[in-house]
């Protein structure tokens, strides 16, 4: 047994230091269906000086180390690939400040989003970022891996929000960088670099928060079509006629029909895609605005649209986007989620293309997704034995075809999800070997011998 638990144990109280096989069960996965990976230890930390202990004596005994938020992530960033410890922040969950003044937040890493989002909105602010797991994801995660969700259309992702970070190097060394203020310039973009690092720069122990007033009001509108291309006309004279949603989201066909038995909103038989766009802002100029997209996707061809009369409606019809995923993953033994990304103006000839990839692979597909931001969740679905060898090739097959329909499109391997050790080997296909490189030099110059979070994001 490594040296470095019994120290841990002794520093931090054993209940702190998990070493047996069953407690280390929940940290061996996360979201993104890879795994098992069992840690040595998992360490729960609640503190900023407890999470550079960690940090200090890992580095000192060349052990590595997972952040973990609360292992929501989608391509198994927070998977112990190399062994070594789980580092997680999920008991430092205080909100420390909300301040109405400055619009800003300051918070612990193991906060949940939602948990957030509601406080704000208690002292009349907002905090727009919502990945669809906001209601089980903490925010240290959100930093690590950018994430977005369908509101980053009109507000953008969790980058947009960070102003200011403590995080902790492997070694033990505290970093504050960024500010409090509403701008700042000074020195290097240090909160855009560990924004998106995936866990591999430090570990934050804590952040601070650009917050906006709440807005007045929000309308949304569903939108049924017989096709995604003229749903796909649908956004596209949407943001035309210079409106902004704060997101306008798309559903194909095979999402449709795997959402239809459990959602409130009867989605009639034959339904091909959906398109649900919302607004928020001065409550006197919504009620038009969300009545001229409305009429936007009749000119486009939707064979029905419904506007929600009210907060309660507007949430049911949005339950039919939040339970797709869920949906889909019940509904079949193997489900991968991708999240490319393409240009606006790609998004109905990738559907297209997504179609044949499933035809030629013989697998189902289903898309859904962030369509205004051209962020589409392309879901590759089996029943069949995904570790079968020949199933597994299908599958593989499948996710080259769609990664090189993406690029060849001029889109990117990942709108939000991250690379993590689902996508890494892909990384050559988007970035070229330089680019790699000085992303690989700046990992190692802020973790020399490579230990925290080892063998992600990059081919190995
Ligand atoms: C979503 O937008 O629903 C998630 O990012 C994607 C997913 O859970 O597959
Ligand atoms: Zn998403």
């Given at each position: 047994m490594r040296p470095i638990f019994d120290i841990l144990a002794r520093e931090l109280g054993t209940a702190k230091v998990l070493r047996d096989e069953a407690r280390l069960e929940a940290y061996a996965r996360d979201e993104s269906g890879l795994g098992p990976y069992p840690p040595e230890a998992a360490v729960l930390c609640d503190s900023v000086e407890e999470i550079q202990l960690v940090l200090r004596l890992a580095d000192e005994h060349r052990v590595p180390v997972v952040p973990r938020g609360l292992g929501t992530g989608m391509t198994g960033g927070a998977l112990a690939t190399h062994g070594g410890i789980v580092l997680s922040t999920e008991r430092m969950q205080r909100i420390k400040e909300i301040d109405p003044a400055d619009l800003v937040a300051v918070v612990e890493p193991g906060v949940i989003t939602g948990v957030l989002q509601d406080a704000a909105e208690a002292a009349g602010l907002f905090y727009p970022p919502d990945p669809a797991s906001l209601a089980m994801c903490s925010l240290g995660g959100n930093v690590a891996e950018n994430a977005g969700g369908p509101r980053a259309f009109k507000y953008g992702v969790t980058r947009e929000y960070v102003i200011g970070l403590e995080t902790v190097l492997m070694g033990g060394t505290r970093l504050r960088p960024g500010r409090r203020t509403a701008k700042g310039v000074t020195g290097y973009d240090v909160v855009g670099l560990f924004c998106g690092s995936e866990g591999t720069f430090g570990v934050s122990s804590e952040i601070t928060l650009k917050l906006l007033p709440k807005p007045q009001g929000v309308a949304l509108l569903l939108a049924v079509f017989a096709d995604p291309v003229k749903a796909g006309?649908?956004?596209?004279?949407?943001?035309?006629?210079?409106?902004?949603?704060?997101?306008?989201?798309?559903?194909?066909?095979?999402?449709?029909?795997?959402?239809?038995?459990?959602?409130?909103?009867?989605?009639?038989v034959g339904a091909g895609a959906i398109v649900i766009c919302e607004l928020d802002g001065d409550e006197a100029a919504l009620a038009p605005a969300v009545e001229r997209c409305a009429q936007a996707c009749d000119e486009s061809g939707a064979t029905e649209v419904v506007i929600a009369a009210d907060e309660a409606q507007r949430r049911r019809l949005w339950e039919t986007r939040r339970i797709t995923s869920p949906s889909l993953r019940h509904a079949h033994r193997y489900k991968v989620s991708e999240d490319i990304c393409v240009p606006r103006s790609a998004i109905a000839e990738m559907l297209r293309r997504v179609d044949k990839i499933g035809a030629r692979h013989d697998l189902l597909m289903a898309t859904f997704g962030h369509a205004g931001d051209g962020n589409l969740h392309v879901n590759v679905l089996t029943d069949e034995d995904h570790r079968e060898a020949a199933v597994a090739a299908r599958i593989q097959g499948a996710l080259g075809d769609i990664f090189k329909d993406t690029l060849s499109l001029r889109g990117t391997?990942?709108?939000e999800h991250g690379?993590?050790?689902?996508?890494?080997?892909?990384?050559?296909?988007?970035?070229?070997?330089?680019?790699?490189?000085?992303?690989?030099?700046?990992?190692?110059?802020?973790d020399p011998k490579n230990l925290l979070n080892p063998g992600k994001i990059f081919p190995t």
């Open positions: 006309e649908a956004i596209t004279a949407i943001i035309r006629k210079g409106y902004r949603p704060r997101a306008l989201e798309l559903m194909d066909r095979a999402s449709i029909d795997h959402v239809r038995p459990k959602a409130t909103y009867p989605i009639p391997l990942s709108g690379i993590g050790i689902a996508k890494q080997k892909y990384m050559p296909w988007e970035q070229a070997p330089e680019l790699i490189e000085v992303q690989k030099k700046l990992k190692l110059t802020l």
